[in-house]
Nanobody, 129 residues
Framework: QVHLLESGGDSVDVGGSLKLSCAVSNFRRPGHKFCLAWFRQGPGEQRAGVAAVTYDGSTRYADAVRGRFTVSRANTNETHTTLNLQMNNLKPEDTAMYYC??????????????????WGQGTQVSVSS
């Protein structure tokens, strides 16, 4: 099982910025090429895709965050990588638990929840007005 550990969540004011990181390790095999994504789940809401990035750097964003959030990954070596999410101009509706997840699917940029089999525990982002 791939291990994912999120960090960087915090409470910020409207218009502020945060950077989330996800440390990814314990690949199924050295050099394992997989897709990574950020999801979020607000109070009373279903978990939804925020941004995804393939091993070769192709990205996709949810409409609600496009232009404000930037996803990136640093493939450190064959067994570790880091997934980042730079979030700017934060809004109250961005308040949620943010999760990183890994997928082997070539359809991962669709950010369908069921395509992602490995998940982190989440990090909380709260935006207040």
């Amino acid at each position: 099982q791939v291990h994912l550990l999120e960090s960087g969540g915090d409470s910020v004011d409207v218009g502020g910025s945060l950077k989330l990181s996800c440390a990814v390790s314990n690949f199924r095999r050295p050099g394992h090429k997989f897709c990574l994504a950020w999801f979020r789940q607000g109070p009373g809401e279903q978990r939804a895709g925020v941004a995804a990035v393939t091993y070769d750097g192709s990205t996709r964003y949810a409409d609600a965050v496009r232009g404000r959030f930037t996803v990136s990954r640093a493939n450190t070596n064959e067994t570790h990588t880091t997934l980042n999410l730079q979030m700017n101009n934060l809004k109250p509706e961005d308040t949620a638990m943010y999760y990183c997840a890994a997928s082997d699917s070539d359809r991962c940029l669709s950010m369908f929840h069921f395509l992602f089999v490995d998940w982190g525990q989440g990090t909380q982002v709260s935006v207040s007005s």
